[in-house]
C-alpha cells in the first residue's frame, strides 16, 4: 500500500496571495500569517506576489488570471466574510468558495482556500490569530503542501 502526500517544502515555489482588502483588519492579519507560513517553510520573500481585489467575491477572477499566466506554482486565498443581518453574505461567501474551486478544477490550479467566514467579528478575530490561530498561516501550508501533491500527478 502506497501512502502519497505533499509536504511542506516551498523552497523554489512561486506563489501568488490574492488579498480581498474587505474587512482590512482581518484581511490584513491573515495575510500576515499567511506570508509568515510562506517563509517559514521556504518560500522567499521575492518568490511571493500579493495581489489584492476589492473583496472576497473577485477573488475567483483574479485566481483564474493568475493561473493562466503561467507565472506562478499555487495561489492563498485571503479575505473575510463576515455575517451580516441580510442575505448578502451567504450570496458572497458561496459564490466566493464555487469560485475558487471551479477555478482550480478547470485551470488544474493549486489554490489554498483562507477567506474565512465567521458569524461575528469576534469570531473573525480569533480565527486571524488571537485563540485559534491563523486560518491565513494555515492556508499558506495548505498551498505549499497541494503544490507539491499535485506535481507527483503530473503528466
Known amino acids: 500500500?502506497?501512502?502519497?502526500?505533499?509536504?511542506?517544502?516551498?523552497?523554489?515555489?512561486?506563489?501568488?496571495?490574492?488579498?480581498?482588502?474587505?474587512?482590512?483588519?482581518?484581511?490584513?492579519?491573515?495575510l500576515e500569517g499567511a506570508k509568515e507560513g510562506l517563509r517559514r517553510h521556504g518560500v522567499e520573500e521575492q518568490s511571493i506576489d500579493i495581489i489584492k481585489v476589492p473583496g472576497a467575491y473577485e477573488i475567483p477572477y483574479i485566481l483564474q488570471k493568475v493561473a493562466r499566466s503561467?507565472?506562478?506554482?499555487?495561489?492563498?486565498?485571503?479575505?473575510?466574510?463576515i455575517r451580516g443581518a441580510t442575505p448578502h453574505f451567504d450570496f458572497v461567501a458561496g459564490e466566493n468558495a464555487s469560485g475558487i474551486q471551479?477555478?482550480?478544477?478547470?485551470?488544474?490550479?493549486?489554490?489554498a482556500y483562507g477567506v474565512i467566514t465567521p458569524n461575528n467579528l469576534e469570531q473573525a478575530i480569533e480565527r486571524a490569530g488571537v485563540k485559534s490561530g491563523n486560518k491565513g498561516y494555515e492556508a499558506a501550508e495548505a498551498a505549499i503542501e497541494m503544490i507539491n501533491l499535485s506535481k507527483e500527478f503530473s503528466i
Open 1 to 30: 500500500m502506497a501512502v502519497i502526500e505533499g509536504h511542506l517544502d516551498g523552497k523554489g515555489l512561486k506563489i501568488a496571495i490574492i488579498q480581498a482588502r474587505f474587512n482590512s483588519f482581518i484581511a490584513s492579519a491573515l
Open 70 to 81: 503561467g507565472k506562478y506554482d499555487g495561489a492563498v486565498c485571503l479575505g473575510a466574510v
Open 102 to 111: 471551479d477555478v482550480m478544477l478547470t485551470e488544474d490550479f493549486p489554490a
